[in-house]
């Protein structure tokens, strides 16, 4: 009432003593990972009010105090703390943790006048006094909010501030140079907790006053919905609400200049704090995963720190100072469209469908920029090539939509990637790899003009792709056997042992048939073996070297032979003839790179799986990557369509799981079946994988292209979503609708399974796990 400025100050959750301390101190909430510390050590290191002080003395509990004082930049920040063990919530009288405060401050400002060298540095400028006051929540957790104990130690509390204000300002001989703020790091519930983010835990008190703080201001009015103004008797003295960790300009007393330049200093604090933590984060994060912040990119930073200082140098302050333009703008559309909706008595459904696209094209104006670097990007292109891209793009975008209809789009698509070496010349340079390219691309487009899958079993083809298969593998090991001479007593073994995995595999689907036939049920050791080949499956590529090509061909092998166990009839040669086409795709890949004009330091052969890959190895996107990009989602649908409808239920043939199990059980069965579809999806995923390492392209490239294509697709499915006619027709129009929408989800996964697949490497005999870097 008679010298600062007060309000509530409103944190957020975790409402826990040190990410509120953080706030206060530092300007910024904590990465959250300080839990796993018990909130106690920081897990990133920072920068903060006190390290920027000349001096700092602080008072209070071992666990805040001890956060600020380690590590900071030089011996100016001296911490005085009590026993970690007096923090007890059975102790007899938990208020001495405050009056130790008090007393220690008051002894500390004694000894001072008799010690010439602390009295120098107390009279220094940019002094900082921390007294952290624990007795009151130590009070509330062990005696609740509502008890005598507590309101006892608020009094105490209240009347050592008004002591130890009073020894400041008489220490200082009134000289008006010294701000006080008082608050809270967060509140507590009626029954004596905090963490969550109920009102009673986020809403703490704020009040200051001294050097730079404005006077109390009397109002008449002000619009608060909350009855604390009424209950503390404070109409008519102006309440000032902030989120806690922000600068309150609005406390401030003096000149627009100052807040600005102050708020651009906050402003450098906080980025400064997000350039460590990219940094930390970068190094200990796998280079695909990392992802750099865009909107702080090193450009943009310079941009807002050069226009900032701009604005300042100008007295456009308010410039300065972050806009909410466009926030306001779309808050009044939103507004705008709510109330039509409302006076039309639209359904709840309404609101959903017409509000949703407000915030979606705020996002998209918020990068306005962007938009335009496409736009003039665009135009710089000869309108002749435009124009080409945009047909071509098209036409392929129009065949992926109707292979959902008609499966032989696919056929004609495989039959134009057949023509793709003659296009780009390729077939001069690497005449061998386009052969293999052109071959498995027209004998993959026979699949889907074969008729759904389950119509028509047939065991001795299943058969016949088990014996491609070794005859395959026979083929790599005698060629590894002449190329490494390590390769017989390193490798050799595990090769012998998919071999007769995929041996087992095929016994198991002929017994098992044969038996079944007979009515003789499932033999109770086919089904043992067909569970263990499942499992190891994912164990034994794990155990190969990660060498490109040797782990690809061991995935390979483990998968055939389980898609061997759950294979009926032709679709068992699929998985081999894809994959096959892919490892010619890869080769393809390297060549078209090389023929561009981009180095490629090793041939596939040579090159290995890593963990983390190299950001500084990564190119700037080109054109040829969004072929790559449609390359992927054609294979993608494929691997969906080659073999029947996966989007219809009747396609799903019960019987493919009987090598495994024949009593009804709707969840194993339906999760062997779904894993059988996914096998083809992990095998382009895994190959894909080595292209992006071949071709140095970056997966978060890659994901926003796929993005692209298939929102595009969806779009067009979105039109064909069909609300008349039969269920299965509906279904199916849904359910297209889905799949591609779902596409990028489902591209995550499968680019973590198949990183997983394709660079971790296990070893036997107890040695340790490892990972090639």
Known sequence: MHEGSWGISHTRVPTESRPGHVALIAGFYEDVSAVAKGWKENPVEFDSLLNESKYTWGWGSPDILSMFAKDVSGDHVFIHTYDADDEDFGAHDVTKLDTWVFDNVKEFFRAARNNQSLFSKLNEEKIVFFLHLLGIDTNGHAHRPSSREYKDNIKIVDAGIKEIVSMFKHFYGNDGKTAFVFTADHGMTDWGVHGAGHPSETLTPFVTWGAGIKYPQNVSTQQFEDAFLKEWKLENWKRQDINQGILPLDYLNNTDLFKAESIFTNAIQI????????????????????????????????????????????????????????????????????????????????????????????????????????????????????????????????????????????????????????????????????????????????????PVVGRKPDISLVMTAGLLVLLLSLFVVASLTKRKDSFVNEELPLHLLQMLSMVLSMYVVYSTDNSLLKKQGLPLINQIISWIILASSFVLPLLSPPILFERLFSILLSLMSTYILLSRGYEALFPLVLSCLMFAWIHMEQETLQQSGVSCKQKVNSIQFIYNTDLTQLRQLCLDDIRRAFFLVFFLVTAFFGTGNIASVNSFDVTSVYCFLTVFSPFIMGALMMWKILIPFVLVMCAFEAVQLTTQLSSKGLFLMVLVISDIMALHFFFLVRDYGSWLDIGTSISHYVIVMSMTMVLVFLNGLAQLLTTKKLTLCGKPKSHLI
């Open 271 to 450: 980025l400064e704090q997000f350039k460590v933590k990219m940094t930390q984060k970068k190094e200990v994060t796998l280079s695909f995963l990392f992802t750099p912040f865009k909107l702080l990119s090193e450009s943009k930073q310079h941009n807002i720190l050069r226009k900032a200082r701009s604005y300042i140098k100008q007295r456009k302050y308010d410039e300065a100072k972050p806009s909410r333009l466009l926030q306001y703008s779309f808050v009044a559309i939103g507004v705008l469209v709510a109330f039509f909706l409302l006076i039309q008595a639209y359904p709840w459904t309404y609101y959903i469908y017409c509000l949703l696209p407000v915030p979606i094209w705020y996002a998209v104006l918020r990068e306005f920029q962007v938009i335009q670097d496409l736009v003039a990007s665009l135009l710089s292109c000869p309108p002749s090539h435009f124009v080409g891209y945009l047909l071509v793009s098209t036409l392929g975008i129009e065949v992926l939509v109707l292979s959902f209809f008609y499966r032989y789009m696919l056929t004609a698509g495989l039959i134009a990637f057949a023509g793709w070496p003659f296009i780009t010349q390729l077939w001069t340079r690497a005449k061998r790899t386009s052969l293999n390219w052109i071959f498995f691309s027209l004998l993959l487009a026979v699949f889907p003009l074969m």
